[in-house]
């Protein structure tokens, strides 16, 4: 992680002192262990605020159409992911292909936070860190191990996409990692009782904000 992290600084770095892109979006840190939010660097003396970690969840490629209205080059940090949706957008036509630098991040999967509280690591817990096929889990008072995947989001044990469809320049090597059958949840809500399937539709529903 720091390594990549070293290369998206310098990376932003080049591209902002040679006048090569006017913004630079990526990720920061925001005050908790589980706070991975979006970062428009515009400045060379700003690239420091830049990291990436379990955590970096947001799609940049969503903030892509507004800022390419006020800025004649932007660079964008991706994932496998976000590049299907930038891919979309080009087949849609909203965006111009040389308006973009693409910098792509091969992702092993990402920490889902909800997860994390409901086994109940998340208290005081400092860091989260990828260690082989577990996680790290350090705290003022502890430190723990534990399977990673079962904290990874669901979406990320599916995945297909680890790398970058799309880049112009890609960081690292390819990731690659055998995904779960994508129908698995479908299977589990096919073989369970009406009462549960109701119970669990319920639920799901309950998290609807309208």
Known sequence: MK????IMREIAARSLSHGEVDLVLGWQ??????????AFVER??????????????????KYLL????KRKRVAIFVK???SLAFNQMLQDRRVVREKVVLYGIPCG??????????????RNLLEVKRDGEKLLFVSAEYEKRAGAE???YDKCLTCRFPTPVISDELLGEAASFSPRDRFEGIKKLEKMKSDERFDY???QFSRCIR
């Open 3 to 6: 390594q990549v992290v070293e």
């Open 150 to 152: 079962d904290y990874y």
């Open 109 to 122: 999967r990402l920490v889902d936070p909800g997860k994390v509280e409901r086994t109940g690591l998340d």
């Open 29 to 38: 840190k925001g005050d908790f262990w589980w706070q991975s939010y979006p």
């Open 44 to 61: 060379e003396s700003e690239v420091n605020s830049l990291i990436w970690d379990l955590f970096c969840v947001p799609n940049l490629s």
């Open 66 to 69: 507004e800022e390419l209205q």
């Open 201 to 203: 539709w319920a639920r």
């Open 80 to 82: 496998g992911c976000d």
